[in-house]
C-alpha cells in the first residue's frame, strides 16, 4: 500500500512554456500532499503544502504565481511550472499523506524538469 | 530557528555496521523519520519514532532521544545496495517535515 505517482517522470520544455507535473495517491485518500525542489546533491526543500479543496500554502521565497498549486480531488494534486526558465530545472518531488499530523508522509518518483 | 545536523559522507565496508547520527533543533516535534534516497530517485521510507528508544526493522533500526535532540540510523550487515542518500528529517507540529541534509554512504567490497 501507500503507492504515489507522479508524471511525466522527465519532461524538457523550452524556456517560456508552462509545465504541468500530476501526483496522485494511488491507494489512499491524501488529504494533504507536499511539494519539493531538490538540486544537485542538494537535500528536498518543501515548496507549498496543497489541502484538498483549499488554497495551498506555499513556503517563504517560492512564488505563488509562478508554481500554481491545485488538489482538486483526494487522489491528485498539480503543480504547474509557469514560463518555465533555465534555473526552474530541478527534481520535483510530491508527496502525500493520508492525514494530518503524525502520518508518514510517501513520495511519489519525482519529475525531472529540464528548461532549455 | 530549525537545523538538522547530519555528516555529509560516509564510507563503510560491505557486512560491517554502520551508524549515521542526526541531531536537531526545531520549533516543534511530531516525530522523526528516515529516508533511503538512491541517486536520482525519490526518497523511500525506512523508519519512524516518536518516542524515545529504539525501532528494529530487519537489517535496519533507529534511535531517538528527544531530550538530547539525537537520532541514529544503525544498518547492519551492510550490502552495497546500502550504497545511498540518509535523510533525517523531522515532523514539526505542522505535519511539516524539515529535512536534513542528507548522509551519503558508500559501501565498499
Known amino acids: 500500500g501507500a503507492v504515489v505517482s507522479q508524471h511525466p517522470s522527465w519532461v524538457i520544455c523550452k524556456s517560456g512554456t508552462s509545465v504541468k507535473i500530476e501526483c496522485r495517491s494511488l491507494?489512499?485518500?491524501?488529504?494533504?500532499m507536499f511539494w519539493y525542489r531538490q538540486f544537485p546533491k542538494q537535500s528536498l526543500m518543501l515548496m507549498a503544502t496543497s489541502n484538498e479543496g483549499s488554497k495551498a500554502t506555499y513556503e517563504q521565497g517560492v512564488e505563488k504565481d509562478k508554481f500554481l498549486i491545485n488538489h482538486a480531488s483526494l487522489t491528485l494534486s498539480t503543480l504547474t511550472v509557469t514560463s518555465a526558465h533555465p534555473e526552474d530545472s530541478s527534481f520535483y518531488i510530491c508527496s502525500a499523506m493520508a492525514g494530518t499530523g503524525q502520518e508518514t508522509q510517501y513520495f511519489g518518483p519525482g519529475t525531472r524538469l529540464l528548461v532549455l | 530557528g530549525q537545523n538538522i545536523d547530519q555528516p555529509t559522507e560516509m564510507t563503510a565496508t560491505e557486512g560491517a555496521i554502520v551508524q549515521i547520527n542526526c541531531t536537531y533543533q526545531?520549533?516543534?516535534?511530531?516525530?522523526l523519520f528516515w529516508y533511503q534516497q538512491h541517486a536520482g530517485e525519490a526518497p523511500t521510507f525506512l523508519s519512524y519514532?516518536?518516542?524515545?528508544g529504539l525501532e528494529e526493522k530487519g537489517r535496519f533500526s533507529s534511535f531517538l532521544s528527544r531530550s538530547k535532540g539525537y537520532s541514529y540510523l544503525l544498518l547492519k550487515e551492510l550490502q552495497m545496495k546500502d550504497s545511498a542518500s540518509y535523510l533525517c528529517a523531522v515532523n514539526s507540529n505542522t505535519g511539516k517535515l524539515i529535512f536534513g541534509q542528507g548522509t551519503t554512504l558508500q559501501v565498499k567490497p
Open positions: 526545531t520549533s516543534g516535534f511530531n516525530g
Open positions: 519514532n516518536v518516542l524515545d
Open positions: 491507494d489512499f485518500q491524501a488529504t494533504t
